[in-house]
């Protein structure tokens, strides 16, 4: 059973930091595309970033460039967003995600999802 399990959201200040985690189980994910999404309430879930599965690859969305970094250890099957300088329109659920293919940033395309955690960026 594939599970994706993400950890490290919370409450922060504008212009402060956070890292969020996802752990994956249940499968070699050696070639797959991991990313990363959010959700803020009343709006629709948006890409924030993916990553190949070497780590040279990576994209983002225009909203985060320049504050945040995604990335990967594929001997630990976990992958990373480090989020920093912070603001309120960051708050939202951060999904992780997993891809059996190239890197995309349509949400229908990704194959296994985790549960989601909260981000709060307090002004």
């Known amino acids: 059973q594939v599970q994706l399990v993400e950890s490290g959201g919370g409450l922060v200040q504008a212009g402060g930091s956070l890292r969020l985690s996802c752990a994956a189980s249940g499968r070699t994910f050696s070639g797959w595309t991991m990313g990363w999404f959010r959700q803020a309430p009343g709006k629709e879930r948006e890409f924030v970033a993916h990553?190949?599965?070497?780590?040279?690859?990576?994209y983002y969305a225009d909203s985060v460039k320049g504050r945040f970094t995604i990335s990967r250890d594929n001997a630990k099957n976990t992958v990373y967003l480090q989020m920093n300088s912070l603001k309120p329109e960051d708050t939202a659920v951060y999904y992780c995600?997993?891809?059996?293919?190239?890197?995309?940033?349509?949400?229908?395309?990704?194959?296994?999802w985790g549960q989601g955690t909260q981000v709060t960026v307090s002004s």
């Open positions: 995600a997993a891809r059996n293919g190239g890197r995309i940033t349509t949400h229908q395309g990704y194959n296994y």
């Open positions: 990553i190949s599965w070497s780590g040279v690859g990576t």
